[in-house]
């Protein structure tokens, strides 16, 4: 731990842990979503969608990286056993139990859009209090949105090649 680096944040540092293990719990179940995912998907487009799937996993997990990188600079303690992922992440985990296309693109836009919304919220809490949390927040953020505009032009492509396919 830093201890001056510690010092100059202006919000209570074991609640900004609290946070940082949130997202990171979620950066796991996210990148298990992705990998698992794009082993499984079938339907019209699956390799085109497996491969971004397969990016993104890597993505998610460099995510869990950098948060576990600040946990540890600020004197935290990552989570450390996977059960304690769930109870853990504000964005829920989806099971790739149905392999169709269409519906693993739904269930990761879904995943996106918690992480945004999640990013969003540690923007707000860091601003003005933790300059190197809210930059960090940042970065992930820019890409989480990225990952949902590539899922959902990926989702317009399948279903205008679905709509004319049965015309
Ligand atoms: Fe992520
Ligand atoms: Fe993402
Ligand atoms: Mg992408």
Redesign the pocket.
């Known amino acids: 731990m830093g201890t001056k680096g510690r010092a100059i944040i202006g919000m209570d540092v074991d609640e900004l842990l609290g946070l940082l293990n949130a997202a990171y719990a979620s950066e796991w179940l996210?990148y298990y979503q992705y990998w698992l995912g794009a082993k499984l998907i079938k339907g019209p487009m699956k390799d085109a969608v497996a491969a971004e799937l397969t990016l993104?996993a890597t993505?998610?997990l460099n995510?869990a990286t950098l948060l576990t990188t600040r946990i540890i600079q600020l004197g935290g303690a990552p989570v450390t056993d996977p059960k304690q992922w769930f109870a853990a992440s504000p964005c829920a985990y989806d099971a790739p139990d149905d392999p169709y296309v269409a519906v693993i693109l739904e269930q990761n836009i879904t995943?996106?859009q918690c992480?945004i919304g999640a990013y969003k919220k540690l923007m707000d809490v860091t601003k003005d209090k933790d300059m190197v949390t809210y930059n960090l927040a940042l970065t992930i953020l820019e890409?989480?949105v990225e990952?949902e505009e590539d899922l959902q032009s990926l989702k317009d492509d399948l279903d205008l090649m679905v709509s004319r396919g049965s015309r």
């Open positions: 996210a993104h993505e998610e995510h995943g996106e992480a890409q989480e990952h």
